[in-house]
């Protein structure tokens, strides 16, 4: 079956730092990803969807400038948390889609849970 | 843009019962309907999902049924086990593309 995997699985940063998420495919091509945002007990928040060789689209009231998304090829997303602080600690989800099969399916990787001091 | 409601937040069954989670949207473009199953610190998996061109579909002891007049889903578990104790959520998208979640159903099957 489809596999996405995120790296790193926990992170834990001083206030002001950058972190940076990679999403992989590892056995799909995947011209769109999606970001979400998951706090404890709530759901799945929508961020931004990351396309392949383009702009990735922000969800609104997601700050673009903050929230840094990089789809360079079909198989890698990243997500870069810049300045971060302690209320962006969070549980960071991506998923995928794999293209050209008419699959309407996501794929989530196992999340990153981001700890920001 | 798309709204989902999911109903009940938790629900307790007894092991062998029956478990109905309901779920309405609010853009009648949303033609795609998944059903995740998530389990503490772990990613959601994908558990059954309907299009919007069928009204039924049962996978064992899960089924899923759209009313897209009345813009609902349901998830439907039959005898239910311990096992299927999880945070259960609906989710709406239009060709697969953005998809809005609902705020989720925490599900108890006691032994």
């Known amino acids: 079956g489809a596999v996405v995997s995120q790296h790193p699985s926990r992170v834990i940063c001083k206030s002001g730092t950058s972190v940076k998420i990679e999403c992989r495919s590892l056995d799909f091509q995947a011209t769109t990803m999606f970001w979400y945002r998951q706090f404890p007990k709530q759901s799945l928040m929508l961020m931004a969807t990351s396309n392949e060789g383009s702009k990735a689209t922000y969800e609104q009231g997601v700050e673009k400038d903050k929230f840094l998304i990089n789809h360079a090829s079909l198989t890698l997303s990243t997500l870069t948390v810049t300045s971060a602080h302690p209320e962006d600690s969070s549980f960071y989800i991506c998923?995928?889609?794999?293209?050209?099969?008419?699959?309407?399916?996501?794929?989530f990787g196992p999340g990153t849970r981001l700890t920001v001091t | 843009g798309e709204n989902v409601e999911q109903h009940p937040s938790t629900l307790s069954v007894q092991e062998g019962d029956s478990a109905v989670i309901k779920c309405t949207y609010s853009?009648?473009?949303?033609?795609?309907f998944p059903w995740y199953k998530q389990e503490l610190g772990k990613r959601p998996q994908l558990i059954i999902d309907i299009r919007s061109n069928v009204g039924e579909k049962k996978d064992q002891r899960i089924a899923v049924t759209l009313n897209k007049t009345a813009k609902h889903f349901s998830l439907h578990i039959t005898e239910t086990q311990p096992e299927d104790s999880a945070v259960y959520f609906c989710?709406?998208?239009?060709?697969?593309?953005?998809?809005?979640f609902g705020a989720g159903t925490r599900l108890f099957v006691k032994a």
């Open positions: 989710a709406a998208s239009t060709g697969g593309f953005k998809t809005i």
């Open positions: 998923s995928a889609r794999e293209t050209g099969t008419g699959g309407l399916e996501q794929y």
């Open positions: 853009d009648s473009a949303s033609n795609y």
